[in-house]
């Protein structure tokens, strides 16, 4: 089996949404492995490089942390999404190994992106998960491959919905704003949705 893999952002020396981190460790883990992993993402030393600015956390584990890493972070520049169709697609846990996912991405044409479809309904981009804006409202698909902890924070918090979203209901909103682990609601990447295509 693949390693999985957690991404977390640090601003400025502090984690950012650590117990939405640490429960999806301990989820995937224990569905995929067995047994939660016995680590405390509090207790994650953050080296002296990485106490300034947005820096990207990479932890690779199994049973056990194999790796750690920290990077600046390098906002992506998407600008336009090609929709792809892949009805057995999984990606329910995050793992390292995202093959199904970068074959997918040879799809995309002259977009600098993808949104994913499955059995009819809008998935997720590459990277991210989507939400829709429709006047004052924030809408999320049911349909995500990846429950990403952003989108579960926002959920929770209240600033977003959840909603059945197919192609044909994309067309009929307003933006789209991709959020993950280190793009949030007003700091995500936005689309307008002539920017999609289909």
Avoid: W
């Avoid at 020396?13 to 995937?28: A, C, D, E």
């Avoid at 047994?35 to 080296?47: S, V």
């Avoid at 992106?113 to 990277?127: A, E």
Wanted: net charge neutral; with cysteine; glycine share 6%.
């Amino acid at each position: 089996m693949s390693l999985l893999l957690e991404t977390i952002q640090i601003r400025s020396g502090v984690l950012i949404n650590p117990q939405y981190h640490q429960q999806r460790m301990h989820t995937s883990s224990l569905a995929l492995l067995g047994k939660r992993i016995d680590f405390d993402l509090l207790t994650l030393p953050i080296p002296n490089e990485a106490q300034k600015g947005i820096v990207k956390c990479r932890i690779l584990y199994k049973n056990r942390i194999e790796l750690i890493e920290f990077k600046p972070y390098v906002q992506k520049q998407i600008q336009s999404l090609q929709m792809v169709i892949d009805n057995n697609i999984s990606y329910s846990h995050k793992l390292a190994d995202r093959s199904q996912i970068i074959a997918l991405l040879k799809q995309k044409g002259e977009a600098d992106d993808i949104l994913i479809v499955k059995n009819g309904r809008i998935t997720d981009t590459s990277f991210g998960n989507v939400v829709l804006c429709k006047g004052n409202e924030y809408y999320t698909p049911s349909s995500f491959l990846l429950n990403g902890t952003k989108r579960q924070q926002l959920l929770n918090d209240g600033f977003i919905k959840v909603q059945d979203i197919s192609p044909d209901d994309l067309f009929c909103m307003d933006k789209l704003v991709i959020i993950n682990a280190m793009l949030d609601l007003d700091s995500g990447v936005e689309l307008n949705i002539s920017s999609v295509f289909s």
